[in-house]
């Protein structure tokens, strides 16, 4: 009867074992989730500046050619 006590504790412990690992992974993994979204998130805003800039660089651009022109008309 003992014997059996120790080998039913010994399997749970066992699955205890196994379901923390489990966890701890999971969690590992939903937490790498979590930075590659952040990494992503952060991938576009720093994309949407530099299209922004990039904008506001060519509207000076025409504007300059625009006044050039009339300069240059006189």
């Known amino acids: 009867m003992a014997k059996a006590a120790t080998e039913q504790r010994k399997v749970d ?8 690992e489990m966890k701890y ?4 993994e939903n937490k790498k989730i979590e930075l590659e979204k ?3 998130r ?3 805003e ?3 500046a530099k299209d922004e800039a990039a904008m506001e660089r060519e509207k000076l651009k025409a504007r300059t050619a625009l006044k ?3 300069s240059s008309g006189k």
Request: proline content about 0%.
């Open 46 to 48: 720093l994309q949407a």
């Open 68 to 70: 050039n022109k009339t």
């Open 13 to 20: 412990s066992e699955a205890f074992a196994k379901n923390a």
């Open 38 to 40: 952040e990494r992503m």
């Open 25 to 28: 992974k999971n969690e590992i």
């Open 42 to 44: 952060h991938e576009k």
